[in-house]
Structures are given as structure tokens and as C-alpha cells.
């Protein structure tokens, strides 16, 4: 075995006192769904919006639903949350005492928006002259404040959560500890073994290797009124993809075809595709997993008397987002392909 700093990057093995996680090269999580609500809470509640005409005060989070987690593997870290805030806010105008209230949602707080792209939506619960103004001074004035909160719990999740995650190398713990020992041959520079290190953190980078994580299998099956035909055409014509999509699809329905859904947060390509049994073969990823790691994902549609049924396979799902995958299939693909082309409805 070749020693730290030296052979096929690839294949280095950190020597580590403690025997755990070398060169951080194994998948590591970290559960961060309690602790993101009570950040979320903690920056959002409580916060005021006000100006000349008057003053507001988020009061309480009525609702938080979703989940968040951070993982490590190969040194990266990877964020992964996925929110729906609903919000309860009171306030009244300068010249009038009456109090006022209403409600505010954050819908798409997720890893796949940027700050800036988060929707806060504002409501009243009477419509009144008074409580429009307020509504607008929540809507202009406090957007900006909630996204700037917002990103503050962000900016908890990505460092102060995912502190120890990343483990130190043997080099850094033996220099963050007093040596004791007798002095010892020259070595090689601190530069050197700095440049090094970086010359075998870019070979890795720029070698494709396959990633070894925990993964899952899943089985899925669905049936839709329509023909197995009429299915296939709905997963395979781009068209009919970015219909049910509500994004612009890239299909490239032919054997090594590529794919990009969801504005490039899913994307694979085609391993085969045998219309004549209605069977779907592909290599399919999310963005946001290990560079380089892709699942396989095995279509099959049965023709029935009166439906069809579709069944999935999906093998090498990484563990962590083993629920996110299974209910994405549901909420993005099956449930809008019945809802745009009415395949949920009887036909026959």
C-alpha cells in the first residue's frame, strides 16, 4: 500500500489514529431537520417590518413540513432541505390601533433555489383598506427581510452544523499537537507537502472513478387509464415530457440518448428502449449526488383490460435520499401525467 503522498491517489490511505473514516472517503450523514426548525424558528419569528404607514411582527410558525440532512463523502459536503413554512403575522397602521393579521408561506424553500428565487407569499385574513396597505408593506418591505433570515439559516446549516463532519487529516492532527519527540531527519518543506496534498486532491478530482456508497433498491408500480402505447409516447416525446413536467424537457429518446428534466436537476441518458414491450432502460441521477454516481432505473408497461400498469425498478439509490427519490416519482411523474393528460380518469 502505497504511503500518504505518494502512489495512485486513487488508492492513498490516510493513516489515522483512530481508524475512522480515512481521507473522509466513506459516506457520512448528518439528520438536520430538528435542528433546521428550530434555526428557522428562531430567525423568523419574532421579526419586524415597519415603515412610515406602519409596523407588522411575524408572531408565529403555524406549520413547517419537510426535512433537511448534510453528508460528507470524499471530503464534499452535500446539503440537502426541502421546506413549507406557513407563518402567522400581526400588525397595525401609525394612525389606527386596531390590530391587524395575516399569513405568509414559504413554499419552495429547498437546496435547488437560491435565496433570491424563494417565494413568500402574503395574505390577509379580512380584506379590509387597512390590512391591503399592510399586506403591501409585508409584501415589499418584508420579502427582502425573510429572504435575508432565510439565508442566516442557510448559512447555520452549511457551517456551524456540519462542524467534525469533515475529519482532519493525519498531518493537520499531528500539527495542531506539541511533539515531544527528538528532532528527526529533514523532511520535505511545509510547501511541499502542501502542493503535494493539492496535486492529489486535483488527480482525484480529475479521474473518474466510480463511488462506493450505501445504496437502495426501489419498486414501484402505478396504473394509469390510458394504453400502454399512449404511456410510453408520455415518458419518451419531449414534448409531452415538458407538458406534465411544466419545464422545458431535453429527450433524446434513442439508445445513449441523454436526458436533462427539472431544469438540469435530473438528467441520464438512455441505456435502451424496446417500444415493441413498452420497456425503458436508464442511467438517472440527481444533481445533487456524488459526482459521477448514477442509479439505473427500469421501466416496464403491462397492458391491461382497462389500464395500464407501469412498474419501476430503481437500483443504486444513495440511502439518504432513498425517501426523497420514492416521492418524487409520485408527486413529479405520476400524479402530474394523470392530471395533465386525464390518465387517472377510466377510458375504457
Not at 109 to 137: A, P, Y
Not at 192 to 205: D, G, P, T, W, Y
Not at 208 to 226: M, P, W, Y
Not at 238 to 247: C, D, G, H, L, M
Request: contains cysteine.
Amino acid at each position: 500500500m502505497a504511503k500518504w503522498g505518494q502512489g495512485d491517489p486513487r488508492w492513498i490511505v490516510e493513516e489515522r489514529s483512530d481508524a475512522t473514516n480515512v481521507n473522509n472517503w466513506h459516506w457520512t450523514e448528518r439528520e438536520a431537520s430538528h435542528a433546521s426548525k428550530e434555526c428557522l424558528k428562531e430567525v423568523l419569528v419574532g421579526l419586524k417590518i415597519q415603515d412610515d404607514k406602519g409596523e407588522c411582527e411575524i408572531t408565529e410558525m403555524t406549520s413547517i413540513e419537510g426535512e433537511a440532512s448534510a453528508s460528507n463523502r470524499k471530503a464534499k459536503l452535500i446539503f440537502f432541505y426541502e421546506w413549507n413554512i406557513k407563518l402567522e403575522w400581526k400588525g397595525n397602521l401609525k394612525d389606527c390601533s386596531t390590530k391587524l393579521t395575516g399569513h405568509v408561506q414559504i413554499p419552495n424553500l429547498s437546496d435547488e433555489n437560491e435565496v433570491d428565487e424563494i417565494d413568500v407569499i402574503v395574505t390577509t385574513k379580512k380584506e379590509t383598506e387597512e390590512s391591503r396597505i399592510l399586506k403591501e408593506m409585508m409584501r415589499t418591505k418584508g420579502t427582502p427581510l425573510i429572504r435575508e433570515q432565510i439565508g442566516k439559516y442557510i448559512t447555520f446549516l452549511k457551517n456551524d452544523w456540519c462542524k467534525g463532519m469533515i475529519l482532519p487529516s493525519a498531518e493537520a492532527q499531528k500539527d495542531s499537537q506539541p511533539s515531544m519527540s527528538k528532532p528527526e531527519p529533514a523532511k520535505a518543506s511545509p510547501a511541499a507537502v502542501k502542493r503535494q496534498h493539492q496535486l492529489n486532491q486535483e488527480n482525484m478530482k480529475n479521474t473518474q472513478i466510480g463511488v462506493k456508497i450505501d445504496t437502495r433498491k426501489l419498486t414501484l408500480s402505478e396504473e394509469f387509464k390510458c394504453s400502454a402505447e399512449e404511456l410510453y409516447q408520455t415518458l419518451t416525446d419531449p414534448q409531452r415530457v415538458s407538458a406534465f413536467t411544466r419545464t422545458q424537457a431535453v429527450m433524446e429518446a434513442e439508445n445513449g440518448g441523454k436526458f436533462s428534466l427539472f431544469d438540469g436537476n435530473v438528467s441520464g441518458e438512455f441505456v435502451s428502449l424496446d417500444r415493441a414491450t413498452f420497456k425503458i432502460e436508464q442511467r438517472w441521477r440527481f444533481k445533487t449526488w456524488p459526482e459521477a454516481h448514477f442509479s439505473t432505473v427500469t421501466i416496464e408497461l403491462a397492458q391491461r383490460a382497462d389500464c395500464t400498469k407501469l412498474t419501476l425498478t430503481q437500483v443504486g439509490i444513495p440511502a439518504a435520499d432513498f425517501d426523497r427519490t420514492k416521492e418524487g416519482w409520485k408527486r413529479h411523474y405520476w400524479h402530474p401525467i394523470m392530471a395533465t393528460f386525464s390518465y387517472g380518469a377510466r377510458l375504457f
